[in-house]
């Protein structure tokens, strides 16, 4: 197995090199710092150079600079901060928080957005699904602390460092029916519990969703059509909440807490002999003032809640709160006119989130740190295969009989501001 | 490879809040009050066992009732003890919470002297905090004991333990134990009353580091978990 590498832009940031990640010989190999010519002669994957900028934005070689190498030596894009530093041009997007940050950086590396994806085209599976560049997201903390919930937890805890990068995008009407969604997994705790984990989650099941305001909404078929069906729910607005909760009669306060996404994961590694759990996590990931919900009379199903601000039904309903401001510029003579969805100046751009961190479970007492499964976590062998994803877990059981909870990571740190808009 | 334990130095020292050692003070004050009221009375008690002392009368005089304790001392054969008291214990482990709580702790002991001034026995002792919220927190442990005194007359005296500890922490779901050896060291009073003997007695005892296993699965959510515990007891000792 090789090791990742971080990218070109990575280093003109930081004045240093690094690589890494899911992909080192040792669980805990050195970075080893890769060289331009390195990144420009590694093949592209899928993933690579896809995004287009909008006008006034960094151009693809610049965002394409922000890449590194995966464990299949194909250049893979990687997060960058929403400005470049070195032109100061918008990305007008951006990936998360900086990981250079984390605890785990020094052995995670660069993440390399799309490897999972990747893989699942070799795999042999008969399945195919690649996502766009904007949705992959970050979220790291260090030294959170885990408890369980009974009066033990004010005597127990349990400290961990934690990243993860889930692909979540909230802009588009991909997630109405697509259930797989890549999501790459970091922790490390002073329990000795120690995951790295990269994966196609299955969220729910495919081709439906359900809806913020309660009950299940069907869609229509997924990409890939065969999608397997996984624990979890997307949560996504639609307009049964939107006509409910937002547009409001005279005298009452639209309710935007409902333009809200929670995808609620559950992801496990399992290994092909017995099909036994080796480890299991449920982070949720959560999205406030996305730039979609759903109204099945729009193309797509896409609606978008900066035009909320405008609307009004027949009987005098209408939005009727201050998350409209931004939204609405005002023009002579009193009259407002509304910003386009995509104005950097809208609110409903998808970059507040955050994550709860829960239920982190290894089995794998006994077992070997180093697993290879498929892209969906199964199938896990102690050799690598055809599309296998590297995955490595602490030789140990940490079942304690109660759950231990997470904290809320993320929550306090807005990512907009810097020239961020839908799409995000 | 790159070393993977961002979390030493994390273990906790045991620091009770402001509260918890205005308990803890409490505690020892009452233990000595008691001390100071148990030893206003001892001449009245030898007193009602009469001791015979030809030079005042029949009274008891401080220089007999020094004579009834070195007699106590003498004395050769089994003895057991029961005492009462509190203390304080808590873990360190890098899961375990600066919790450290006075709370009733008990002892019972028998033993033997196998020499004038040297005592052997086992030692039973325990220990119990109920935390709120439906948690219990207890120790105990079973050592073999030595005590020591420093001079054939001398009522105080100093005592040692070796044997095994148990730490557990119960709120009726999460149940979990760390087992371990343990050590302690103590320091007494004896003072010889109606046939009995009663020591205040203040106790360390601290275990080596052993893991924190639930309960339910007997998988350990810390590898090196150490008890500490200090205790004062009230103890009678019957010769």
Redesign the interface.
Known sequence: MRCIVFGRAARAMSGAAGVVLLACSEPSAAPVAPDGPTLDAAPPSVAFGIWRPGPGECSSAIHDRYSTIGPDGKRYPTWHPPVDPLTGCSFGHEHGRDPRGSALYREVGDLPFGYVNEQLDAAGLGLRRHEDHVGHKIEWENDIVLRSGGGAGQLLEVRCDVMTKLHQGTHSKDAFTNNLHELNYHLRCSDRTEMHVALLTAIGRPGEFERTCGGTVTVGPATPVNSPAGGGKRRIPDWTCVESKVLVPEGRGSDFGVLHESWETHSEVRSADGNRVLASFDPYFQVFRPSRYFDPRQPDGVARPAALCTHAEHDGRRARTKECDPVLQAVSGGAFTMLPFDDPRSPFNGARRQVDINNNKVRNAGGPRVWYTDPFGRQGRRDPFPGSVRQVLSAIDNDYGVGLGGPVIGGDRPYGGTGTRAPN | ??P?T??AG?SRAFRASPERRGAAGATVLLTLLLTAILTALWPLAATAQPTRDSTSGGLATPAAIRRDASAFARRVGLWASAGLGRGSAGLTC????E?QTPALTAQFAVGGRVRERFHVGVALWSWLDV?????D?TARGLEVIARHYPSRDSRWFLTGGLGTSRFA????????HAAAPALSLGLGWDLPMRGVVLSPMLAITSSTGGP?R????G?????DARLGLWRTTLSITWF
Not at chain 2, 219 to 223: G, K, V
């Open positions: 490879m790159r993977t961002p979390h994390r890098p899961a375990c919470q919790t935390v709120g919220d439906g948690v927190r922490i119960d709120d009726g779901d999460a149940r979990f924190l639930s309960d339910r699965t998988n350990a959510i810390a590898e």
